[in-house]
Structure formats: structure tokens, C-alpha cells
């Protein structure tokens, strides 16, 4: 579960680090739509499902974060 806190390493190469208007999916290197249907494949495999189940619990956090 501790990928889904480690994805967030990728903001230290956004300039700036935090921008509170700027949806994270979409603009961070491991935050990438495409790469989701990746991170649900990893929840779905057994001995890869708890890093897929943070990643994916990590994406939809951010993505709601974008629409509230």
C-alpha cells in the first residue's frame, strides 16, 4: 500500500511542486491515463494486488480531488 504514498514522488519534477489548481491525473509522469488500466491490472494479479489496490485507490482520490 505504500506505492500508492511513493506515486507521489513524481510531483518533485513538476515546476511548481504544488499547485493546488492543476489536476494531478493527466499531468504527473506516473499519474498518466493510460497508465490505470496498468495499475488495475496490478490489483487484479495476486501477488501484485496490494501495490495495484494503493495505486488505484491513489488515482481515483486524485481524480475525485479534481472535480470537488
Do not use: E
Not at 45 to 52: A, C, D, E, M
Amino acid at each position: 500500500m505504500l506505492a500508492g504514498m511513493l506515486i507521489d514522488l513524481d510531483h518533485l519534477l513538476a515546476d511548481p511542486i504544488v499547485d493546488p489548481n492543476r489536476c494531478s491525473v493527466g499531468f504527473h509522469l506516473l499519474q498518466q491515463y493510460w497508465l490505470v488500466p496498468v495499475y488495475v491490472v496490478l490489483a487484479i494479479v495476486p501477488k501484485t494486488r496490494l501495490i495495484g489496490l494503493g495505486l488505484v485507490i491513489h488515482i481515483l482520490l486524485d481524480w475525485l480531488d479534481c472535480y470537488v
